[in-house]
């Protein structure tokens, strides 16, 4: 029996838009102590080595420190050894990461790329079968390719992939799709026991005969991630297997729609903000729908204001939103504004009514509500 860590899709140097200043850089930490709770959890389980199934950078192009931080993340354990297969993020390329000098000078000596597609003795008895990317482009099904290529043996074999299975792909035209129904044929008839995928980034089990996973990415990276944040621990015999999802990841996407109407809605939103744990790594998106009041546009300003200084990052999802200010004279008469400043407030609550400038007239108004005071 072997126990091992199936994990993928780290990124490591990925960068998000939505994150700024300190953020990105807790967001980049996250990823590297990340690294360390795994080859810590593998200690722990007794597993002597880890799979990374392809994407460990997110792209050829990262800077040294990233390189030089994982090395020393991944050599604080060095009794388990880490086996990275290049994927469509980082392929093993004329430019690859794999073969920079940061990489090839620095790299510590329980680390091992699975660059060439010929079984690796991985322990007594176990063989990775990697199927590594050349190219961001692959014609062909690179895991069937290097199934074909295997010989009868006894060894208990851990197909190492990355890419899009069949099954849960909607562009079937593509020449690289994994074949699900060829994976579970080979199972069943004993040539491979394993299958450890990457490229799906939430924790997936494909096929009936539960030996075919994607691991999911250990620290998540978008909203439409149903399982992420998860290892899997693994223990294989030939006739035997058992899988294990482990939690390992520290952040979080958050996605959510509101109505706004009223008072009450802006208390209930308010309310779920204010829940959310950990906001220093929580990522949320908002969906907001409804009218509401100039008065109650500008708290709703202010709620959003204080929110993103706690959370990570606080975004609008402006494809899904669509919130209505209307102004009304009890607005305009709680900014107790006269002459000049009275005529220009009312044009812009007019211009707020409809037309092409009614979004800017809206948000002018919304922040003439806050500067004057009128709702403090």
């Known amino acids: 029996m072997v126990k091992f860590l199936h ?10 838009h939505f994150l700024a200043g300190e953020a990105q850089a807790r967001f980049d930490g996250a990823r590297i102590d990340v690294i360390r709770r795994i080859g810590a959890l593998a200690v722990d389980e007794g597993c002597g080595f880890v799979v990374v199934c392809g994407d460990v950078f997110e792209s050829n192009q990262v800077n040294r420190q990233v390189i030089l931080r994982a090395f020393e993340a991944m050599g604080a354990t060095l009794q388990v050894t880490f ?4 994927g469509n993020h980082d392929p093993l390329d004329a430019s690859s990461v794999y073969m ?7 790299k510590p000596d329980n680390v ?3 660059g060439d597609p010929s079984p690796v003795e991985a322990a007594s008895g176990v063989e990775l079968v990697p199927a590594p990317w050349f190219t961001k482009r692959p014609l062909t099904d690179l895991v069937a390719d290097v199934c074909d290529l295997l010989e009868d043996g006894d060894a208990a074999r851990i197909v190492v992939g990355h890419g899009a299975i069949d099954t849960l792909s909607p562009d079937k035209s593509n020449p690289a799709l994994i074949s699900l129904s060829t994976l579970e044929e080979r199972i069943e008839r004993g040539q491979i026991h394993y299958v450890a995928l990457g490229d ?8 009936p005969t539960g030996r075919v996973w994607y691991s999911g990415a250990p620290e998540p990276t978008d909203y439409d991630e149903v399982r992420p944040g998860n290892v899997l621990v693994v223990e ?12 390992i990841g520290d952040w979080r996407f958050l996605s959510d729609e509101r109505e706004l109407t009223s008072e009450e809605d802006l208390d ?28 109650q546009k500008a708290r709703l300003d202010r709620l959003l204001e204080h929110h993103s200084e706690l959370l990570a990052a606080l975004e609008t999802w402006e494809r899904r939103s669509e919130l209505v200010v209307v102004p009304d004279d009890t607005d305009l008469d709680k900014l107790e504004l006269s002459g ?21 007239a809206r948000d002018a108004l919304a922040l003439l509500h806050r500067l004057a005071g009128a709702d403090s």
């Open 7 to 16: 994990t993928a899709d780290w990124q490591l140097g990925m960068t998000r």
């Open 112 to 114: 091992v790329v699975l």
């Open 200 to 207: 799906r980034h939430s924790t997936t089990d494909e096929g």
């Open 236 to 247: 294989l015999e030939t006739d035997h297997i058992q899988v294990q999802e482990r939690p």
């Open 100 to 106: 920079s000098p940061t990489f090839t000078e620095h």
């Open 340 to 360: 000049f400043a009275r005529e220009a407030a009312e044009d812009l609550s007019g211009l707020a009514e409809s037309g092409e400038q009614a979004v800017v």
């Open 268 to 295: 209930n939103l308010e309310e779920w903000l204010d829940s959310v744990d950990s906001k220093e790594r929580t990522i949320v998106k908002l969906a907001l729908i409804g009218q509401i009041s100039l008065a």
């Open 83 to 86: 086996y990275l297969l290049p």
